[in-house]
């Protein structure tokens, strides 16, 4: 992967969300409980997952494609559309080069099965299938001591679960970190929404104007909604509770700026700093 790979006018998906995700999976898959749980072909899948999982993102998202039908949006039939370029991409890089395949020295057997994870771990991180993928873990996790039976299917939902919590990271980082993510994918989504409102299309991230948005609300609301469930579960499992605790400090102080927040702050989010 080359770092031009990742668009870097973007706010957010760039190569530096890239980086973090990667970063977030390392240090998920240190946790022993999960070691244990994983295997090591499907560790290495995660890493690569992670690395390539939002490659070549345009800065908006699957619903505004879907709408305004373009390219991608028709190529993959409007299903996990992103997802699938972001993969199918990472593929068609490095199997064009023989210099730059990293599958190369592997046998077609061990390719296949890697290529296998590695798809299906991209297109876990499709939010429109969030719960699906919650509930997934939450039946598999009373049986996951019985090593033997299962192992390989078990292993594949851990990291399914470990990647998308990877992905929606941000609201348990330290709290300038935290705050940081929160204006840039806030600030990708007031230029969606501007660009929706200037051709008369549908709205798909509402409350995301720059005129009327309450930030440190949006915030609470993605907590409230997805972030809190996932990572109540996968803390809990990888005995990480003080990613638990940041997130809730940190949904503190969203709530408590969420009272005065005045929508003149969201002139730019990028040189505005929420204290
Ligand atoms: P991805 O696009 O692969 O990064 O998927 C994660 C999705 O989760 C993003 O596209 C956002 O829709 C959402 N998300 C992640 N972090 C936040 C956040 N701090 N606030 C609101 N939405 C978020
Ligand atoms: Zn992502």
Redesign the pocket.
């Known amino acids: 992967m080359e770092l031009s790979n990742y668009q870097n006018t973007n706010t957010?998906?760039n190569a530096t969300?890239a980086a973090d995700?990667l970063q977030a999976t390392s240090f998920f898959l240190n946790s022993e409980t999960v070691a244990q749980m994983v295997q090591d072909n499907h560790a290495t899948a995660a890493l690569i997952a992670a690395t390539v999982?939002?490659l070549d993102?345009p800065g908006r998202?699957n619903a505004f494609l879907i709408n305004t039908r373009q390219r991608l949006a028709l190529l993959y039939n409007d299903q996990s559309v992103?997802?699938n370029h972001h993969v199918a991409l990472a593929f068609q890089l490095t199997l064009a080069q023989n210099g730059i395949n990293i599958f190369a020295k592997m046998q077609r057997e061990e390719f296949i099965q890697m290529r296998q994870s590695i798809i299906d771990m991209v297109l876990a991180?499709?939010?429109s299938r969030h719960f699906e993928y919650l509930t997934k873990f939450q039946q598999v996790i009373p049986n996951l001591p019985d090593l033997d039976e299962n192992r390989e299917s078990n292993s594949m939902t851990v990291c399914r679960m470990m990647i998308k919590c990877a992905?929606?990271a941000?609201?348990t980082r330290e709290w300038k970190l935290?705050a940081q993510?929160?204006r840039r994918?806030?600030e990708e989504?007031f230029f969606q929404t501007a660009e929706e409102r200037e051709k008369g299309l549908p709205l798909t991230?509402k409350g995301f104007e720059r005129e009327t948005c309450n930030v440190p609300m949006?915030?609470c609301?993605?907590v409230d909604m997805?972030?809190r469930e996932a990572f109540t579960l996968w803390c809990d499992f990888a005995e990480i509770p003080q990613l638990l605790n940041q997130l809730e400090t940190n949904y503190e102080k969203w709530k408590s700026m969420s009272t005065n927040w005045e929508p003149s702050q969201n002139v730019d989010l990028m040189i505005s700093k929420p204290a």
Do not use: K, S
Request: net charge negative; proline share 3%.
């Open positions: 957010y998906h969300h995700v999982h939002d993102h998202g992103l997802e991180t499709d939010m992905d929606i941000n609201p935290c993510w929160a994918i806030v989504y991230m949006t915030q609301t993605f997805f972030a």
